[in-house]
């Protein structure tokens, strides 16, 4: 006579004890596949460029302006915050909110598997979501950068749509976006939610202005004309076909080979979900199909990109191992597939060389050695590191030598040189060496196609003013000279006239940073 009313009390205790049981298996998962983002200062130069962009917007930079990136405001605000509470000196800070991110999203991905099917396939979503987001170079996986941190709001805007959040998804949408741009491809699955769902005028207009109202607050906040400029019209080249064909196909098939090795837990239930003609729900796959459009634009391919496929495809997969009998084993041999893979991809960040690294702190111990806390200086490179590991100001906004050569650390050199450059920035650069003239010169390309002797204006700037003074690993230092009248710089033969037309239209130089 008790058995009777004691199975719905065991029914809720099960459910009330649900995410008390995952959150902690969720966020020991995290903390243990990210364990090796805490080893050393950074990873990749994305990581120095958000440091030294921070350190600027705290000494009263102002975003787009004196302090410029081809990239959405959030995440150098988010830096900033971190070093305003936690000091400037570590991205302990920054690592330790990239776990959260990641845990967050795993989170989001459980709750909507856990809503459409059942207990196991949400513990399953989230599972396989966290082994799968460090299956690729450590250097791309580990790293505290754009797409960890876009990540959480791409899955929160699902969960909103699926539950009719029109308005929340919105603006998780924008939040996504404001991260990273390409954060709103997600927009494209949320749609087809809204319009499968028959929802009225007024859902959509929630929708659009979820989407609308944090970009617009943004722009708002930033000047409109930079921020259009610096996250949509100024990154035009960056999609461009330039570059060597084979250099790019190289580059895309190492990381999808390296994301298909870490999905091995993953794609078999998919295809055979697909072969069976049994496929998952729409919305996951025009997830997946937007997604991959995003790591596509621009024909980079850099490693980092490719985490943007992994919450839609932890998803499918968790979709597809529900259609397959028996469910129970086939979940578990996915986790365990995938867990022996993330294992491998952890060790390798645990034990991976970092050459570049080592060159950084190097060159920048060198510079730190020759100059003084107030001065500035000029590193002439792609990695924006040095300033930050070497507690030196820069001499000018421009980073790195990406924007005044139109070099990016994608391509093979073409069209790299100052004629190329972005319309405006040879004159600005001009004016800010004279201000504030280098205490220290780092020649920092090491034969690459931006180097001084290719570029007319630095090349004079080193004759008149400076004198080799050493060299780090390649690296080659210019001290000034004593008495000579420094950062008198004649506006070279390409300065004030925008790049030629049609080959790079004003403002579309291509990024330099990964």
């Not at 090795?261 to 078999?268: I, V």
């Not at 450059?421 to 060496?433: D, K, N």
């Amino acid at each position: 006579m008790l058995a009777a009313p004691l199975a719905p009390v065991r029914t809720a205790v099960t459910r009330t004890a649900y995410w008390p049981r995952l959150l902690p298996l969720l966020a020991a998962l995290a903390c243990v596949t990210r364990i090796p983002s805490f080893l050393g200062p950074l990873w990749n130069p994305d990581e120095g460029y958000l440091a030294v962009q921070a350190g600027l917007l705290l000494q009263g930079g102002r975003l787009y302006d004196t302090v410029v990136d081809r990239k959405p405001p959030l995440l150098p605000w988010l830096y900033q915050a971190a070093f305003a509470v936690c000091g400037s000196g570590s991205l302990a800070p920054l690592r330790v909110l990239a776990v959260l991110a990641q845990l967050l999203t795993a989170v989001a991905l459980a709750s909507l598997a856990r809503r459409r099917w059942d207990d196991r396939a949400g513990r399953t979503a989230g599972v396989l979501y966290l082994l799968v987001s460090v299956g690729l170079n450590p250097e791309d996986a580990q790293a505290a950068t754009f797409e960890v941190f876009m990540l959480p709001a791409t899955a929160a805007a699902l969960w909103c749509a699926d539950r009719g959040r029109w308005g929340a998804a919105g603006t998780a949408v924008a939040a996504a976006f404001l991260t990273k741009q390409t954060g709103a491809a997600v927009l494209l699955p949320v749609a087809w939610l809204l319009h499968s769902r028959g929802a009225p005028r007024a859902d959509v207009a929630r929708l659009a202005a979820g989407c609308v109202v944090p970009v617009t607050v943004a722009a708002l906040l930033t000047g409109p004309a930079g921020f259009l400029f610096w996250t949509v019209t100024g990154s035009a080249a960056y999609a461009s076909l330039t570059g060597s064909g084979l250099h790019v196909l190289a580059r895309a098939s190492a990381n999808t080979a390296l994301l298909a090795g870490a999905s091995a837990g993953l794609l078999p239930p998919v295809v055979r979900a697909v072969r069976a003609a049994r496929s998952p729900a729409p919305e996951l796959w025009l997830w997946l199909a937007s997604s991959a459009a995003a790591v596509t634009l621009g024909f980079h391919f850099f490693g980092h990109y490719y985490l943007q496929l992994t919450p839609p495809l932890a998803l499918l997969a968790t979709a597809a191992l529900q259609l397959q009998a028996p469910p129970r084993d086939r979940h578990r041999a996915a986790v365990r597939i995938s867990a022996c893979c993330c294992a491998l991809f952890v060790a390798w960040g645990l034990l991976a060389p970092r050459p570049e690294l080592r060159h950084a702190e190097r060159l920048a111990a060198a510079l730190a050695h020759r100059t003084g806390p107030a001065d500035r200086v000029l590193v002439w490179g792609i990695h924006p590191e040095t300033y930050w590991l070497a507690g030196r100001t820069p001499a000018t906004r421009y980073l790195t030598a990406g924007l005044l050569t139109n070099y990016s650390g994608g391509r093979d050199g073409l069209r790299v040189g100052e004629e190329y450059a972005v319309a405006g920035t040879w004159p600005v650069f001009r004016r800010e060496l004279a201000a504030h003239a280098p205490a220290l010169v780092v020649d920092d390309s090491r034969g690459g196609p931006y180097a001084p002797d290719r570029v007319p204006t630095l090349r004079r700037l080193l004759a008149a003013g400076y004198t080799r003074a050493g060299g780090v690993d390649g690296a080659l230092l210019y001290a000034p000279v004593p008495g000579a009248q420094r950062a008198r710089l004649s506006p070279g033969p390409y300065a004030d006239r925008p790049p030629p037309r049609p080959a790079v239209p004003p403002g579309a130089a291509a990024h330099d940073r990964r």
